[in-house]
């Protein structure tokens, strides 16, 4: 079965702190994997794609890593903002590009 | 641009009323679909469509219908709503369907709240 885990499901940080937030996924074979930022009562942001054949993609202050071989990723946050504040989902596209595998999401609350 | 654009906001419906969720999307794009939101779970694929004419099923289905008779245009339909189908639906649109990069960033709207009692 096709499955996106994230963790922590949920996590708070001082505002300037950096943090990571981690996927593991075992839909195989896959086309790209996607990060999203979903504010609360909006719909989710696209922040970063990659193929299965790249390592690393930044985004301003976000980077997303992908370690094909293992099927984990992460989403590296630096210097946090309050605006940083919203819940961060990993999602893996299957082979076809069609059909899209969405994690649950990591609420992180970033406080003065 | 207006982007994705989901009507109503908002919706309450007994059970068994029929209802369709609007979708349209002003960006020329090929691939739309729409999901479902429920607490505890990701977002779960329930029609996709590639291009004028042409649908297909995602993960869930069942109890939803969909056409695509312009590439601008992508309705949901509830033909006998039921409270399990109470959840959060939002429609979503990219350039194609696996394209990569900045051109296929995939756009979301804001979603419809549909609560089935």
């Known amino acids: 079965k096709n499955q996106v885990e994230q963790s922590p499901q949920s996590l708070i940080i001082l505002e300037g702190k950096n943090c990571t937030l981690q996927?593991?996924?075992?839909?195989?074979?896959?086309?790209?994997l996607r990060w999203y930022k979903q504010d609360t009562g909006r719909g989710p942001v696209s922040l970063t794609i990659?193929?299965?054949?790249?390592n690393t993609k930044s985004n301003g202050r976000y980077t997303a890593t992908l370690d094909a071989d293992t099927k984990q990723s992460s989403l590296h946050i630096t210097a946090s903002q309050l605006s940083d504040s919203a819940s961060y989902i990993c999602?893996?596209?299957?082979?076809?590009?069609?059909?899209?595998?969405f994690g649950t999401g990591t609420s992180l609350t970033v406080i003065p | 641009n207006a982007g994705v654009t989901q009507t109503p906001k908002f919706q309450v419906l007994k059970t068994g009323q029929s209802m369709t969720l609007q979708c349209a999307q002003d960006?020329?794009?090929?691939?739309m679909s729409w999901y479902r939101q429920d607490p505890g779970m990701g977002l779960r694929l329930i029609h996709y469509?590639?291009?004028?004419?042409?649908?297909d099923q995602g993960e869930v289905p069942n109890g939803y219908n969909v056409s695509r008779s312009t590439t601008e245009d992508f309705p949901l339909r509830l033909l006998s709503a039921a409270p399990s189908q109470t959840s959060v639906y939002f429609c979503?649109?990219?350039?194609?369907?696996?394209?990569?990069?900045?051109?296929?960033?995939?756009?979301f709207g804001a979603g419809t709240r549909l609560s089935v009692l």
């Open positions: 979503a649109s990219s350039y194609s369907r696996s394209g990569l990069g900045a051109k296929n960033i995939q756009y």
């Open positions: 996927c593991n996924y075992t839909v195989s074979p896959f086309s790209n």
């Open positions: 990659m193929t299965f054949s790249e």
């Open positions: 999602v893996v596209s299957d082979f076809t590009g069609n059909q899209f595998y």
């Open positions: 960006m020329n794009h090929e691939y």
């Open positions: 469509s590639v291009g004028a004419g042409i649908t």
